[in-house]
């Protein structure tokens, strides 16, 4: 079936640091790929999301590329900020499907 | 205004008890969700409903049971709880289509069965 592996966390960052999360899927079909980030005490909101290789989704200085030839969605961010602490979950719809599913997670700290 | 409300937000128990959480939507979605998220923050559906009618329904107790009175509500009633019922409820909206919808998620209900 349909899977996402992302990075374990967690992940501490300073301010101002690069950002990298790496998001991988298996997937039958062309499934379209999001991120959402959850901040604390609150439910998950999209950050971004790619429906057709090659795209990039992009919001709030995060950016990730829909690859195909490495079924990848990896997450990026060139200057994290505090606020930006919060944790972040890649996911995958296909064939049509209402059904998201979801990578573990990655908590990310950013210390000032 | 809020766009996907739910409640209560905490909810503590005893084992054994049947107990119910609610959810609203006022985006106008036709299609609503529960999703359930462990202690290790992994999120997984439970159930999805399009315009009132059941259309996912993963591998879930059945004394965990959906009922949508309309499109704009979905609430989710637990029977005889357990331990292993405690965790964050999630629900979220979407409009129906592909599958390339965002989903709007509500602020979760934190579940605890003493």
């Known amino acids: 079936g349909d899977s996402v592996t992302q990075m374990e966390g967690p992940v501490t960052l300073s301010e101002e640091a690069f950002l990298t999360i790496n998001c991988t899927y298996t997937a039958t079909g062309y499934p379209s790929l999001f991120w959402y980030v959850q901040y604390p005490g609150e439910g998950l909101q999209l950050l971004l999301k790619a429906t057709k290789a090659d795209d990039k989704g992009s919001n709030k200085g995060f950016e990730a590329t829909y690859r195909k030839e490495t079924t990848s969605f990896h997450l990026e961010k060139g200057s994290v900020q505090v606020s930006d602490s919060a944790v972040y979950f890649c996911a995958l719809s296909s064939g049509g499907s209402e059904k998201l599913v979801f990578g573990k997670g990655t908590k990310l700290t950013v210390n000032p | 205004d809020t766009a996907v409300s739910q409640t209560p937000k905490y909810l503590v128990t005893q084992m054994g008890n049947d107990k119910s959480i609610k959810c609203e939507q006022n985006l106008g979605h036709d299609t609503m969700y529960w999703y359930k998220q462990d202690s290790k923050k992994f999120l997984k559906i439970m159930f999805s409903?399009?315009?009132?009618?059941?259309?996912i329904n993963e591998t879930v107790p059945n004394r965990f049971s959906p009922k949508s009175p309309d499109k704009a509500h979905l609430n989710l009633h637990i029977n005889s709880l357990e331990l292993g019922d405690s965790a964050v409820y999630f629900c979220?909206?979407?409009?129906?289509?592909?599958?390339?919808?965002?989903?709007?998620f509500g602020n979760g209900t934190r579940l605890t069965v003493t």
């Open positions: 979220a909206s979407s409009p129906s289509g592909t599958g390339n919808s965002p989903l709007h």
């Open positions: 409903y399009n315009n009132k009618e059941l259309i």
